[in-house]
């Protein structure tokens, strides 16, 4: 019963930030000044008649609640709606779903082994060396912007070894998609390996471990079992934003490595004004960015049974 009531509570919260979210986003495309109609023609203005007949069928002369209310009916429908040339936006991202997901999920396994491999390591050596090489490591890497990352790779590892394409993705998985993933997993990598660091230590040095060492169980169980298990909670959390974070924020990476991805879309429709495509877009992310939270949420209360207690 408990179980039931914590997973309702998580889906009416989760359904509470999705209408307001996309709201906030819908009224920042559509509700603030400018007509995005009007840009259409370019230098050229349009035709007054061509003017209002696409303000009408994009429901754009209606107040902007409204305009809100009919794409939420026609989103429940599994419409993402159609940009100003009368493409479907769903089509669209159909094309480029796949070149971003492989980079992100590139991305994320990257961290997810590396990452949480780094961090136990230091948090099991705390102290000592190597723990300090890990520490200046992650420093190092957060501090270094994604572009100037990106484009030294490229010219590095690309252009000058030879070792990877330059750009585009025409060579497939891995081979074009591992160094802009490497390049993306990094600031992520560093987060992982100092969090799970932290959580390593702070497991060891709790009174049940102090237990279990006492019992004389054996070192692989209590750190493999034991200490990861309760050093997980606060990793799967970052990892599950971050998720949705590498999903929708290869905007860069996509762009220095040339890729044909949701990310290298988003910036190609902020340049053209094309509203239907950038919410399309941000509505498809905030899903799956809502989806892996729950999963998340629901992952939690299987590791850690006191959540779905409270």
Same mark, same amino acid.
């Given at each position: 019963?408990?179980?039931t009531w914590y997973i309702a509570r998580r889906f009416g919260e989760l359904a509470i930030v999705f209408f307001g979210v996309t709201f906030i986003?819908?009224?920042?495309?559509f509700g603030l000044p400018g007509d995005p109609i009007a840009s259409l023609g370019g230098d050229r203005p349009?035709?007054?008649? *061509?003017?209002?007949q696409l303000r009408s069928e994009y429901h754009l002369d209606q107040p902007l609640w409204q305009q809100y209310l009919n794409y939420l009916a026609n989103l429940f429908q599994g419409d993402l709606g159609r940009n100003f040339s009368g493409q479907a936006v769903a089509d669209k991202l159909a094309d480029r779903w796949p070149v971003t997901i492989t980079l992100a999920l590139t991305a994320w396994g990257i961290e997810v082994?590396?990452?949480?491999?780094?961090?136990l390591w230091a948090g099991v050596r705390n102290g000592r060396w190597d723990d300090k090489l890990v520490l200046t490591g992650t420093i190092l890497a957060s501090s270094i912007p994604v572009? *100037?990352?990106?484009?030294s790779a490229q010219l590095i590892f690309g252009v000058h070894l030879g070792w990877f394409p330059v750009a585009g993705a025409s060579a497939g998985w891995p081979v074009s998609y591992l160094l802009p993933a490497l390049c993306?997993?990094?600031f992520g990598l560093a987060a992982v390996a100092r969090l799970m660091r932290g959580s390593v230590i702070d497991a060891l040095n709790a009174d049940y471990v102090r237990t279990l060492w006492a019992k004389g169980m054996r070192p692989r169980d209590v750190i493999g079992v034991h200490?990861?298990?309760?050093?997980?909670?606060? *990793?799967?959390t970052f990892l599950a934003i971050d998720l949705g974070y590498l999903l929708g924020g290869t905007v860069v990476i996509e762009g220095v490595f040339n890729l044909p991805g949701v990310g290298q879309l988003l910036f190609q429709s902020i340049r053209a004004h094309e509203g239907p495509t950038i919410i399309g877009i941000s509505v498809a992310l905030i899903i799956i960015f809502l989806i892996a939270n729950l999963i998340v949420d629901l992952l939690h209360t299987v590791l850690d049974p006191r959540i779905r207690h409270e």
């Amino acid at each position: 019963m408990r179980t039931t009531w914590y997973i309702a509570r998580r889906f009416g919260e989760l359904a509470i930030v999705f209408f307001g979210v996309t709201f906030i986003i819908y009224a920042m495309v559509f509700g603030l000044p400018g007509d995005p109609i009007a840009s259409l023609g370019g230098d050229r203005p349009l035709p007054e008649s *061509v003017v209002a007949q696409l303000r009408s069928e994009y429901h754009l002369d209606q107040p902007l609640w409204q305009q809100y209310l009919n794409y939420l009916a026609n989103l429940f429908q599994g419409d993402l709606g159609r940009n100003f040339s009368g493409q479907a936006v769903a089509d669209k991202l159909a094309d480029r779903w796949p070149v971003t997901i492989t980079l992100a999920l590139t991305a994320w396994g990257i961290e997810v082994l590396v990452g949480v491999a780094l961090g136990l390591w230091a948090g099991v050596r705390n102290g000592r060396w190597d723990d300090k090489l890990v520490l200046t490591g992650t420093i190092l890497a957060s501090s270094i912007p994604v572009f *100037v990352l990106a484009v030294s790779a490229q010219l590095i590892f690309g252009v000058h070894l030879g070792w990877f394409p330059v750009a585009g993705a025409s060579a497939g998985w891995p081979v074009s998609y591992l160094l802009p993933a490497l390049c993306v997993a990094v600031f992520g990598l560093a987060a992982v390996a100092r969090l799970m660091r932290g959580s390593v230590i702070d497991a060891l040095n709790a009174d049940y471990v102090r237990t279990l060492w006492a019992k004389g169980m054996r070192p692989r169980d209590v750190i493999g079992v034991h200490v990861m298990r309760n050093s997980a909670l606060p *990793v799967l959390t970052f990892l599950a934003i971050d998720l949705g974070y590498l999903l929708g924020g290869t905007v860069v990476i996509e762009g220095v490595f040339n890729l044909p991805g949701v990310g290298q879309l988003l910036f190609q429709s902020i340049r053209a004004h094309e509203g239907p495509t950038i919410i399309g877009i941000s509505v498809a992310l905030i899903i799956i960015f809502l989806i892996a939270n729950l999963i998340v949420d629901l992952l939690h209360t299987v590791l850690d049974p006191r959540i779905r207690h409270e």
